[in-house]
């Protein structure tokens, strides 16, 4: 089995390379190439052919291939279907904004959480995403796109939090110096509520803006359309969210999904006001996707003015999201389900 290079720290090259005799530079040399998005060894052309196939046979770099590309005839907002090395599919969002580009990238390949508004998760869940594997979106996008990312979203297919030790081993990897070196205040990290490892994370103090699925200010409501809900209620979950907010001193921002007749009725708004009084937080409110499979339609223009300005009154900071790539279908889920289906049909006219 060989060793997924792309997944090791700078350090950790550096002490296999000295284990098998390399000089120290000749790790760092590696790394900065493999954090460039080379795909094979033989483009580290400042390595010897001996050293490049040596490591070629004990190492392995971590790619993303585009199967599908879909960009946005509005907004320019690009959406990657990738195949990993074992045929799992994943997607991304690049997007553009007047401050630069930001990707949202998957961190696993499906999703276990089976929010009912969501299309990954009505895939259902397949494997965690290795370190390289979500540096290898970022770095193919780059690729194909000609544009630099700036901003990184974990809000892609996958709980980041469900995936937690690759997924603070990849925040470490991105924002290393001799890496990709965005760093901690420009990548946002979306969880639908696992309160265990929101404290886990508050405590590492890493300046992540943590972004929390919400989309629902009671149980009644979260439960029926989070199963997470469940486990940890709203009451623990804002619990969690608080202290997060006072340890690391960043603003909590709470994605809520306007379903139309499920949660966004004046008296939702006004009990989701009173539960976020006085915590350092903004809220989202998104328009929801219609899904295949889910009876949910967005909430009208009028209501989600309605909605915002409850919250607003009541002095909680509200935006209502712009939505990017609405002629693509850019929400996670999507393009994967979409491309299961043709090659199922494809495979049944054979």
């Known amino acids: 089995?060989?060793?997924?290079?792309?997944?090791?720290?700078?350090?950790?090259?550096?002490?296999?390379?000295?284990?098998?005799?390399?000089?120290?530079?000749?790790?760092?040399?590696?790394?900065?190439w493999l954090h460039r998005g080379v795909e094979?060894?033989?483009?580290?052309?400042?390595?010897?052919?001996?050293?490049?196939?040596?490591?070629?046979?004990?190492?392995?770099?971590?790619?993303a291939i585009i199967e599908k590309k879909r960009v946005s005839r509005y907004d320019n907002t690009i959406k990657y279907l990738f195949r990993l090395h074992d045929g799992q599919y994943?997607?991304?969002?690049?997007?553009?904004?007047?401050?630069?580009?930001?990707?949202?990238?998957?961190?696993?390949?499906?999703?276990?959480?089976?929010?009912?508004?969501?299309?990954?998760?009505?895939?259902?869940?397949?494997?965690?995403?290795?370190?390289?594997?979500?540096?290898?979106?970022?770095?193919?996008?780059?690729?194909?796109?000609?544009?630099?990312?700036?901003?990184?979203?974990?809000?892609?297919?996958?709980?980041?939090?469900?995936?937690?030790?690759?997924?603070?081993?990849?925040?470490?990897?991105?924002?290393?110096d001799e890496g990709m070196n965005i760093g901690a205040r420009?990548?946002?990290?979306?969880?639908?509520?696992?309160?265990?490892?929101?404290?886990?994370?508050?405590?590492?103090?890493?300046?992540?803006?943590?972004?929390?699925?919400?989309?629902?200010?009671?149980?009644q409501i979260r439960s029926r359309t989070m199963p997470v809900n469940r486990k940890w209620n709203v009451e623990a979950l804002l619990k969690a969210c608080r202290y997060y907010a006072e340890t690391t001193h960043r603003r909590i921002s709470f994605e809520y999904a306007m379903i139309q007749g499920v949660n966004d009725t004046d008296a939702c708004a006004q009990e989701l006001a009173r539960r976020l009084k006085g915590m350092l937080c903004h809220v989202n409110l998104i328009p929801v996707n219609d899904v295949t499979g889910a009876n949910y339609r967005k909430s009208s223009q009028d209501r989600l003015q309605k909605f915002s300005k409850i919250l607003s009154d009541k002095g909680i900071p509200v935006t209502v999201r712009r939505t990017l790539g609405s002629d693509i279908e850019a929400s996670c889920g999507q393009l994967r389900g979409k491309h299961e289906e043709e090659a199922v049909l494809n495979e049944s006219r054979q």
């Open 1 to 32: 089995m060989k060793t997924d290079i792309k997944s090791m720290t700078l350090a950790e090259i550096k002490k296999a390379f000295q284990a098998e005799g390399l000089p120290a530079f000749r790790g760092l040399q590696v790394y900065r």
């Open 40 to 63: 094979s060894f033989d483009e580290m052309s400042d390595l010897s052919r001996d050293l490049r196939q040596k490591l070629s046979e004990k190492y392995y770099i971590s790619v």
């Open 90 to 176: 994943v997607e991304s969002v690049l997007m553009e904004y007047h401050h630069g580009y930001s990707i949202c990238i998957s961190t696993q390949a499906g999703c276990k959480m089976g929010c009912t508004f969501c299309a990954t998760g009505q895939g259902g869940w397949f494997r965690d995403l290795a370190p390289s594997e979500m540096l290898a979106q970022i770095q193919a996008a780059q690729k194909d796109s000609g544009n630099r990312v700036s901003n990184i979203v974990l809000m892609g297919m996958g709980e980041p939090l469900d995936n937690y030790e690759n997924v603070l081993r990849f925040l470490e990897l991105v924002s290393s």
């Open 186 to 219: 420009h990548i946002s990290l979306s969880t639908c509520g696992l309160v265990d490892k929101i404290y886990d994370l508050a405590d590492k103090k890493l300046q992540v803006t943590l972004s929390v699925s919400l989309h629902a200010p009671n149980d």
